[in-house]
């Protein structure tokens, strides 16, 4: 019983209403593309989606291409680039490709890559192979 009133009593996470919420895409759920309001910008969940649809039969480092470009597309807004990077967490559904997508990777970066994760999870939304988080400077 005291677990179960414990239970109750927690309240239920999901995003804030203060973040912005992906327009249109169906397999997002709760997850919001920007948070915080500081000289930091995180990013989390970014699919690889082309015109909303996730490019779920590209290969790993297509799909981490496609990423990495909107991500890019995204710092453009704020006059920034690649460069402004600080850390970025890979989620791979196909450890196999870890070196297809380090290859990918080093390509998007001009001398340093930022610090990088990589996680192998079973599976993504949208049937993705890969989806990026990240933590960049926007100072």
Do not use: H, W
Request: charged share 30%; with cysteine; net charge negative.
């Amino acid at each position: 019983m005291e677990n179960k009133q414990r239970a109750e009593s927690r309240p239920v996470r999901i995003s804030e209403t203060s973040r912005k919420q992906r327009n249109g895409s169906e397999f997002v759920g709760a997850f919001g593309k920007k948070t915080g309001s500081s000289d930091l910008l995180f990013t989390e969940g970014l699919l690889p989606e082309q015109d909303g649809t996730v490019a779920r039969n590209e290969p790993p480092s297509r799909q981490l291409e496609i990423c990495l470009e909107k991500l890019e597309a995204e710092l453009n807004r704020y006059g920034k680039g690649l460069d402004n990077v600080l850390q970025l967490t890979l989620y791979l559904t196909d450890m196999d490709a870890y070196e297809e997508i380090n290859e990918t990777y080093e390509q998007f970066f001009d001398t340093t890559c930022p610090a990088r994760t990589t996680v192998g999870v079973c599976e993504l939304l949208g049937g993705a192979v890969v989806t990026v988080d990240g933590v960049i400077a926007i100072e």
